[in-house]
């Protein structure tokens, strides 16, 4: 830890802001710079704690200035500041691991590119349902910062992107949870896959024996990955395909989960969350709380009683006979898999935004037994169209959301599902993924 008492934060949203406050908090001279324009609320909050803060521009003295940076996970490596701040070799760190030096709380930390949101959700929902005092953070829920520094929990769930791992150095995960990996953000790590890798298994840093990590042992990369790796942690692997050596398995349409105390059993029918990629989760997050001492029966409970995150296969309507569901949240290949394995009707399918170098390979053996036609939605759509120009009869472009879902309504029937998963970034059209899965849900419901 330096001692230049100057903190830099760099970009203010959630994160950011958290990080400054509880720098504020520990006696840190704090400054705030965003290139971009801050929210209101996240302004208000720095002026109230009396945080000195700059937007639409970052004075490049001031900022090097600074015995620490704390990065927002937005601001890209490739950015002309951060190459400034790694010139001058001015430490720079994430806000999860400046968080984590001023808490003694439990972390269960969770990652992977697919599911992890939904994942840290149950997760949350389990262990705050036992009664433990617990709070959510990462990519969900309120800046860990923030809450360190005005409502400290004894346990913390966290949803950690590749990122934010990238600037973790001294924090610990208690559990850590890797549930799969594919590729994605590759244009983020030089467009190597084992880059991305690597940056995943970082939730293994610092763990002692004492400490868990829970894994999908059906994953083809994680179960390469491992034997190379040196983990210090118990290890509590999961499989819905084979049941020997695993903490949790599927046997027939029974879910098991057996650690050291008694076996948790259900059957799949009776989880909120169904679907196979969701059996996946829902074991992580079943280990996850039995490491916990969390009783079977609450545990059940909660795996009944959960509802699902906005965006991630989300019913939104059913209109004439076809059904709308709304995966805006589904920004890779990969999750757009799941989403295209989990619907048993024929799908009429809007994909398309900005490409992070998708290999649509994995997709063609779905969409030819799946899709009927498919909207295009973003204005770069020539890879679809070569993609699965040979494998659905319809390929449409639209440019707007809701175009895409009057051609998709036009080209669907009666017993079929409309399905929103893109595949891809969001920013070509739409501010984030949540406004495009709001957009498509506006036009849904104005059919």
């Excluded at 991305?196 to 990369?221: G, M, P, V």
Aim: with cysteine; hydrophobic share 40%; glycine share 6%.
């Amino acid at each position: 830890m330096t001692q230049n008492k100057n903190i830099i934060v760099l970009g203010a949203a959630e994160s950011g802001v958290g990080a400054a406050v509880l720098a504020k908090v520990q006696g840190y001279n704090v400054f705030v710079s965003d290139i971009g324009s801050i929210k209101e609320e996240y302004k208000k909050e720095l002026i109230e704690n009396e945080i000195l803060f700059e937007e639409n521009n970052h004075t490049v003295e001031k900022i090097l200035s600074a015995g620490e940076v704390i990065k927002s996970p937005g601001v890209p490596d490739n950015a002309s500041i951060i190459r400034k701040i790694k010139a001058e070799e001015i430490p720079i760190i994430s806000e999860i691991e400046f968080a984590g030096r001023f808490t003694d709380a439990k972390m269960i930390c969770i990652t992977g590119t697919n599911g992890k949101t939904t994942t840290t959700l149950l997760t949350h929902f389990i262990l705050k349902n036992a009664g433990l005092n617990v709070g959510l953070a990462g990519n969900v829920g309120h800046s860990l910062a923030m809450q360190v520094a005005k409502k400290n929990h004894d346990y913390y769930v966290i949803e950690l992107s590749s990122f934010q791992l990238d600037y973790m150095f001294e924090f610990r995960a208690n559990i850590a949870v890797l549930l799969n990996i594919t590729p994605d953000h590759l244009d983020r790590y030089d467009y190597k896959i084992e880059n991305y890798i690597n940056s995943k298994f970082r939730i293994t840093q610092n763990q002692t024996s004492e400490d868990a990590f829970i894994y999908c042992a059906d994953d083809e990369i994680l179960n390469k990955e491992i034997t190379n790796k040196t983990i210090q942690a118990q290890s509590y692997p999961f499989s819905i395909e084979k049941e020997e050596g695993m903490t949790a398995y599927l046997n027939s349409n029974q879910l098991t989960i057996n650690t050291q105390t008694k076996p948790l059993t259900m059957t799949i029918y009776d989880l909120a969350l169904q679907g196979k990629h969701n059996l996946y989760n829902s074991m992580a997050a079943g280990i996850s709380s039995k490491i916990l001492d969390i009783k079977n029966e609450e545990i059940r409970q909660s795996f009944s009683d959960f509802k699902n995150i906005e965006h991630r296969l989300e019913l939104v309507n059913t209109i004439h006979g076809v059904e709308f569901i709304n995966d805006s949240k589904a920004t890779n290949v990969n999750s757009t898999w799941f989403a295209l394995e989990s619907v048993t009707k024929p799908i009429v399918w809007i994909a398309g935004g900005v490409d992070k170098g998708n290999d649509y390979a994995l997709l063609q053996d779905l969409v030819r037994d799946k899709v009927k036609a498919i909207v295009c939605l973003g204005k770069e759509n020539e890879k679809l169209h070569d993609a699965f120009g040979h494998v659905v009869s319809e390929i449409v472009d639209s440019g707007s959301a809701s175009d895409a879902v009057y051609q998709a309504f036009s080209l669907s029937d009666k017993g079929d599902t409309v399905l929103l998963s893109p595949a891809c970034a969001s920013f070509d059209l739409f501010k984030n993924y949540e406004d495009r899965g709001w957009q498509f849900k506006q036009a849904v419901r104005a059919l």
